[in-house]
């Protein structure tokens, strides 16, 4: 079973008086396996925040279907065992993190725990700062509490938006660990971040959202995956002339060719001819995309603007 | 239920934790202390003999306790009730919108909660909170009176109640308000319009007469006669308070209509809530 099913999503904010509204979501369908990191990544606009609050029941769909750890996200059942951070959490600034901890606690129903309470908060990085208002709270620190709220009660569907928000490159790394601790643990992880380094980082699966559809989907390796593409590096002093002969073009760096091999056989028998050249071989690797490239290669194919 | 109290429990920790309505109590409690340390009372044989505030002689005829106390009880209780009340519309207008503000409403919707029990738990944390501060203010006069005069009577704490039951109809609707517009303000200026509504229904046969009959005068009616009659409501309060009768014919029917009202707009507001995306 699924963490998250859509099926044909759609979403149409309608506006009063008004005819026509503004579509969110048109038709999107996605499916999110159990104990994966999902990542959801797209261009500003694209209906990410729209899907989020959907599977969620913060948003009511216009038409489609959706189920959540087995269930609808009505239930309370189902929604008591997700774990939320949303883009902008709003804290009460005169609270102690402890008393808003306890609160959410209490609003999960789940039994009251001041020390588990205590030990999230030292998970996260705020142990020094517990006895410290909200209001006096970094960006980074609000952000680290809204987490440790979401963690409260191990949830199996962690779903985040932008988690790592205002939070500086050490906080980011610690971020990263306890994410992947929970993932560990079994927790299915939805991430949406504008970071794609950081989803590249976090996530197995990720799909990318364009105007308000799945444009593609996939195992992360796949997608950065170079289909026959490699990178080779030679020693210094190769016949570049001859290297050329045997396939190989030269990369921007000195030593470095690209090599066009379907199967290990080709690839194989290109390095042979590039060894007769008299060429030492010191480091081969696919020649693979980042998330960044993969994202904007296909939105531009989407809309048609070229790369 | 156990989300409802969580819930109400949000909005008082909340009101705790703003300076104003500390600053509300301890006006309250500061004016009671006052009272209780300038004003003495000579009582003989169930008669006010003398009293004195602030050491001077207030001059007035030897008369029963309770009927000398008679005005401070009405006169507090319109206090309660109006200051009560636009007290309330300032100091809560922004509770509802404030738990609908982007990034709260989204974490509040996502927590395993029914969306009727977080408007629900805003509207009980709120009259639990005008509940304490009535109860809080009225018990302390009964009690300063009761002592120094030796009258004791549960008058003004049953107007204390019946303004918080003006106050649920009127925060009603600016609970509904809140679910239509996210706005403090308009939540206040919804509340305020209400209470001057709520005046003017409690007089309206009075005032019906400033409308020429026919059409202008029936529309006034059919307006009024929806509103609840809240200036009705403290002059019953008031009665009560003084322990003189009651020149409403019904009470009960008059609280009913408080009631009815407050609920329809509270059953608007959760309608709205239900289907609203955030």
């Known amino acids: 079973m699924p963490a998250i099913e859509v099926t044909d999503l759609r979403k149409t904010y309608h506006r009063p008086f008004r005819k026509t509204g503004n579509i969110a979501l048109r038709g999107m369908t996605l499916t999110v396996p159990r104990g994966s990191a999902f990542g959801l990544i797209g ?44 883009e ?9 993190p402890t008393a808003f901890l306890g609160t959410v606690v209490q609003l999960k129903g789940l039994p009251p725990d001041p020390a588990g309470n205590l030990r999230m908060l030292e998970r996260v990085g705020l142990g020094d700062a517990v ?30 938006d932008e988690p790592t928000d205002g939070i500086d490159p050490m906080g980011r790394m610690e971020v990263r660990r306890i994410l992947q601790e929970e993932v560990q643990r079994g927790a299915t ?33 796949d997608l950065v995956r170079g289909d026959s593409r ?35 056989g080709a690839l194989n028998a290109a390095l042979d001819r590039a060894r007769a050249t008299g060429a030492l ?13 993969v994202l904007l290669g296909t939105v531009r194919a989407r809309t048609g603007v070229a790369a | 239920m156990r989300p409802v109290f969580g819930i109400a429990g949000y909005v008082l ?35 006010l003999a003398a009293s004195r505030l602030f050491g001077n002689e207030l001059r007035s005829s030897i008369q029963s306790v309770d009927v000398a106390l008679r005005p401070v009880y009405q006169g507090a209780a319109f206090i309660v009730f109006y200051g009560g009340i636009l007290f309330g519309i300032v100091a809560c207008s922004d509770f509802a919108p404030g738990l609908m503000s982007p990034g709260r409403i989204e974490h509040l919707l996502a927590l395993p909660i029914q969306r009727w029990q977080l408007m629900a738990g805003t509207f009980l944390g709120v009259m639990t909170l005008a509940l304490g501060g009535t109860l809080y203010g009225t018990t302390g006069l009964v009690v300063i009176f009761g002592v120094k005069a030796g009258y004791w009577t549960a008058g003004p704490l049953i107007a204390g109640l019946m303004a918080c039951v003006g106050f649920a109809a009127v925060y009603a609707v600016m609970l509904t308000t809140a679910t239509l517009v996210r706005s403090a303000a308009l939540c206040a200026a919804a509340g305020f319009a209400l209470l001057v509504g709520g005046i003017v229904a409690g007089h309206r046969q009075d005032i019906s007469t400033f409308f020429e009959e026919g059409v202008s005068r029936t529309l006034f009616m059919a307006v009024t006669v929806m509103l609840p009659r809240l200036s009705a409501l403290a002059e019953a309060a008031g009665h009560i308070s003084a322990s003189t009768p009651l020149e409403v014919r019904s009470l009960g029917t008059l609280l009913l209509g408080v009631f009815v009202f407050g609920l329809g707009a509270l059953a608007v507001g959760f309608w709205r809530f239900e289907g609203k995306d955030y």
């Open chain 2, 13 to 47: 920790r909340e009101a705790i934790s703003r300076k104003f309505i500390l600053a509300f109590l301890v006006g309250i409690t500061l004016v009671l202390a006052v009272v209780a340390m300038s004003l003495r009372l000579d009582v003989i044989d169930g008669a």
């Open chain 1, 88 to 96: 902008r959490l709003h804290l009460p600034n005169a609270w102690l």
């Open chain 1, 230 to 264: 490699w990178v080779a590096r030679f020693a210094p002093g190769v016949d570049a002339p001859r290297l050329a002969e045997a396939g190989f073009v030269a990369g921007g760096a000195d030593g470095v060719f690209h090599v066009e091999a379907t199967d290990p």
């Open chain 1, 43 to 86: 261009p500003n606009g694209a209906g990410k925040t729209t899907f989020i609050k959907s599977i969620l029941g913060i948003v009511q769909p216009s038409h489609g279907t959706i189920r959540v750890l087995g269930g609808s996200p009505e239930d309370t059942a189902v929604r008591a065992r997700i774990g939320y951070l949303p």
């Open chain 1, 131 to 160: 006895t410290r208002k909200i209001g006096g709270y970094s960006k980074g620190m609000r952000q680290r509490l809204g987490l440790a709220a979401a963690l409260l009660g191990k949830p199996d569907l962690l779903i985040l």
């Open chain 1, 189 to 221: 992880l939805f991430l949406n971040s504008h970071l794609l380094a950081e989803t590249e980082r976090v996530c197995d699966r990720v799909a990318i959202l364009a105007d308000g559809q799945v444009v593609r989907e996939g195992r992360m390796e």
């Open chain 1, 281 to 293: 071989l010191v480091e081969l690797r696919r020649d693979g995309m980042d998330l960044e490239s």
